[in-house]
């Protein structure tokens, strides 16, 4: 089994700045790509930015200049979210390809943390 566990959510004013933090443990042989999602209420679970294992990334075109993700182990990823907007406001879920012991690809998302934008 794999775990995705996330920290770093929290309530921040418009402007303010956050640091999310995700670690993958568990039965893993390799980890493809990582990446955080987000769901606000009544909306679908959306992309806000992924990272490969090669460094490339892709993002939202509503996050871009103001978030950054980033990757310091091939199991570890962040979110660093500057300049935050009250439209941030959502549950973040980590995602994470991972290839399992028994040679398997599979999605996992962790639990989700809550982040909320005050204006």
């Known amino acids: 089994q794999v775990q995705l566990v996330e920290s770093g959510g929290g309530l921040v004013q418009a402007g303010g700045s956050l640091r999310l933090s995700c670690a993958a443990s568990g039965s893993i042989t390799r980890i493809a790509t990582m990446g955080w999602y987000r769901q606000a209420p009544g909306n679908q679970r959306e992309l806000v930015a992924t990272i490969a294992r090669d460094g490339s990334t892709n993002g939202a075109d509503s996050v871009k200049g103001r978030f950054t993700i980033s990757r310091d182990t091939k199991s570890t990823v962040y979110l660093q979210m500057n300049d935050l907007k009250p439209e941030d406001t959502a549950v973040y879920y980590c995602?994470?390809?991972?290839?399992?012991?028994?040679?398997?690809?599979?999605?996992?998302w962790g639990q989700g943390t809550q982040v909320t934008v005050s204006s």
């Open positions: 995602y994470a390809r991972v290839l399992s012991d028994n040679l398997v690809w599979t999605g996992y």
